[in-house]
């Protein structure tokens, strides 16, 4: 498999070159930000942090010099969705309603990474506030995707995946609430990681739906994503939903050994409209597996087919209420051509938010509403309870389970933004691990016959990452001997 875009060596080798003299920080960000003039016309970045990188890369050169301990991520650069706060910048969440916003603190994963001697350099291109799968709900502009400019890169996080495909980073950080870290990687060719729920923490990320979402690296293979979960991850004071990293860390993993690990089939995914090119590519993948003397086997998630519906009701849900804060009056866009303050409410949302924003404030505040409460919301959360339970049980009888990311190649760009069901649907094999909480990647497989990337989906159990990450080594090392 041939991807088309100039590669980063890896993120640990970078690194060591910075600490060892052998490039400098300050030139890895100047090629860093010379690829993003150079695919500008893709529509990945939002802002550029042209003076703030290289202030930080000078530091970076500077503590080498001295003979001080960069860190082990020392001069590498990221791009960081438009949705991670970052002092002295602005954070837009690409929403008008949070133009000119700057945060007063930052994201606990951007501190980490900057600790590490990482350097962010800009700002990812997302679907307004995460809600979407394409990018087109971007309020600012459409980013393209890098394999066929009339394509979307898919969403919410289609910014930072064109922008790691595009080679303009080694990686990025995007958020996954229903699959915008996997899908994105999946229309684009990058690896893309969605840890445990609580694994990274949320702390100074604009927030979608909270017991959803996700923080995560897109890369260009699962070692850099293991590489920068093993900087992020970890418990956090500032958010009380974290869990603590894997004792052994995620950095040092390598290549499962195929032989004896039990995965199941998603039975379910296959009968879902699966576009052919996807279907053969995930075949051939199967039996490559298979034939490393992996264990496969069909595996009936019996409630997985009503996960989209289930997660169209708790999201949106979760969504009117995380909105509620946007008032015009604390922070972000406020109209002051108005007479009261109910009035400024009404103006300042209704200009500022966009017609996705607005559509999932209506429904998430219809499902909460008490007449609606039990009929909608309460079904939804006893299905989640189901799913639950139905991956519980599948875990007891394989280790891991496999299937698409998505069920269509990338799509045009237009093509379902008219109809949101239509565009829903682009979620209906990722929105499970969101729900359940569990792991899951994206490791790019193919490419169907116009080139278009093409995605395979891994999960597995509440807090084996370490565990996924090593099999997407393993399997990303089939792939790489078969082409
Ligand atoms: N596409 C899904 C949605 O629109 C997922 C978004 C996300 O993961 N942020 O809700």
Redesign the pocket.
Known sequence: MKRRWGQWEPIESLAESVRSKRISATSLIERSLKEIKTYQEYNAVILTLENRALAHAKQIDKFVNEGKNPGKLAGVPFIAKDNFLLTDSETTAASNILKGFIAPYQATAISRLEAEGAICVAKAN??A?????STE?SDFFVTKNPYDKTRVPG???GGSAAAVALGMVPFALG???????R?PAAFCAAFGLKPTYGLVSRNGVVA??SS??CIGPITTSAKDAAVVLDVISGQDTLDSTTVKSDPKGYSDISALNLGGVKIGLVKEYLNQGVNNEITVALNSTVEHIRSRGAEMKEISLPSIDLALAC??II?PAE?SSNLSRYDGVRYGYFNADVKDLDSGYIRSRGIGFGK?AKR?IMIGTFVLSSGYYDAYYKKAMTVRTKLIEEFKAAFEQVDYLIGPVTPSLPFKIGEKSANPLD??L??VM??GA?LVGIPAVSIPIAFSKDNLPIGLQVMARQRDDRNLLALSMAIEELINERD
């Open positions: 997302l679907d506030f995460a809600h979407g799968a709900n969403g919410s996080s958020t996954d609430t229903g699959g915008s870290i899908q979608m739906g959803l979402d997660y169209y999201c969504v996705e999932r565009m829903y682009a979620d990722t929105v969101n």
